[in-house]
């Protein structure tokens, strides 16, 4: 068509400004190719008149830029080849920080079109609640923490986020090691919150000491969403408070441990020499990061292939009760617990 691939992606998902005349041009040319998301276009005058039933897409909302490096891009390649293999078309929407604050749907998401619903990296709690008041079959991968909040009349899986880290403090005692710190803010999300829950938890099943300046379960100032400058200040302020070190660190995720890391190294102090460290998700970068981190790895594929189960299960019984499922993990020992 002599336009540019930017062009393209604006027309098919809906996202930026270009002419209707282009956008139409684009949808009718990509029909005719077979693209799977728009072989039941239909002229706008026709638009869902007599096709109750029949949608066959599957929408994702996120909340953040899902990179290479977060769990979730395994996943989404997992289900995405699942759905178009089952004749779906999958389509991803990022809501921007002023269409959750104002709880309004992304541009140009049309909820007549949509078959079932994904949502990841959404933690807002109001904006979760939003989307349930929907009535579309909905799964959350992760949730907000929902403390004192109506529960959501959805489907929600998670990782298992608690076996790893008693497995870890467990082995860390048996090496004589009986000083563990925990970093990562707590309420940023179920996961996180449960991976603190597991650690305090962990402490006291195997009679540990708890030290206050030890657990780092904030963020800067009261942010909900630090950069990584205020994130890593924050920690700095944190650990030069530290009137003893610990001897192990946990992190909510491999993000934080490189920030964790990060941080001990300006203060002098070396992973595993000095403070052994432990991430969560098995990112890239904890099998590059030097030293390599001890992790406990979400196996992302089974989760997309559990998403899609649990989504279409509610497509076809929405009457079921809803669900919560967790996906096992695993923990894995690297350098810097000095294996």
């Given at each position: 068509m002599g336009l540019s691939r930017n062009t393209v992606s604006k027309a098919i998902n809906g996202t930026g400004i270009i002419s209707d005349s282009t956008r139409d041009a684009i949808l009718k040319k990509a029909a005719e190719m077979g693209y799977k998301l728009f072989v039941t276009l239909k002229d706008s005058s026709e638009k869902n008149e007599g096709n109750e039933g029949q949608n066959k897409e599957l929408v994702l909302?996120?909340?953040?830029?899902?990179?290479?490096?977060?769990?979730?891009?395994?996943?989404?390649?997992?289900?995405?080849?699942?759905?178009s293999r089952m004749g779906y078309g999958f389509t991803i929407y990022r809501v921007m920080p002023q269409e959750r604050e104002n709880l309004r749907l992304p541009a140009n998401f049309d909820t007549r079109r949509v078959a079932g619903l994904f949502c990841v990296e959404m933690f807002d709690?109001?904006?979760?609640?939003?989307?349930?008041?929907l009535g579309l079959p909905l799964l959350f991968i992760d949730t907000a923490v929902d403390f004192g909040e109506k529960p959501l009349k959805a489907d929600v899986l998670l990782m298992e986020n608690r076996s790893g880290i008693y497995s870890l403090v467990k082995e860390m005692a048996s090496r004589g090691k009986t000083k563990i710190a925990f970093v990562g803010e707590s309420m940023h999300c179920r996961s996180f919150f449960e991976r603190y829950d597991a650690y305090m938890g962990a402490l006291r099943l195997f009679g540990l000491p708890f030290k206050e300046e030890w657990c780092l379960s904030g963020t800067s100032r009261g942010l909900n969403y630090p950069s990584h400058d205020e994130y890593t200040a924050y920690l700095e302020e944190n650990f030069r408070k530290w009137g003893e070190n610990p001897e192990v660190?946990?992190?909510?995720?491999?993000?934080?441990?490189?920030?964790?890391?990060?941080?001990?190294?300006?203060?002098?102090?070396?992973?595993?020499?000095?403070?052994?460290?432990?991430?969560?998700?098995?990112?890239?970068?904890?099998?590059?990061?030097?030293?390599?981190?001890?992790?406990?790895?979400?196996?992302?594929?089974?989760?997309?292939?559990?998403?899609?189960?649990?989504?279409?299960?509610?497509?076809?019984?929405?009457?079921?009760?809803?669900?919560?499922?967790?996906?096992?993990?695993?923990?894995?020992?690297?350098?810097?617990?000095?294996?």
């Open positions: 909302l996120t909340g953040a830029a899902l990179g290479g490096s977060h769990f979730s891009a395994r996943m989404l390649d997992e289900m995405q080849v699942e759905a709690t109001a904006y979760s609640q939003m989307l349930c008041s660190i946990i992190c909510a995720n491999d993000f934080v441990a490189v920030d964790t890391l990060q941080t001990l190294k300006k203060l002098g102090l070396s992973v595993p020499g000095d403070i052994l460290l432990c991430g969560f998700d098995d990112a890239p970068e904890s099998r590059v990061s030097s030293p390599t981190f001890t992790t406990i790895r979400i196996h992302a594929r089974s989760m997309g292939k559990e998403a899609l189960r649990l989504l279409f299960s509610r497509i076809e019984s929405p009457e079921k009760t809803f669900r919560t499922v967790y996906v096992e993990s695993s923990l894995i020992y690297r350098e810097s617990t000095g294996d």
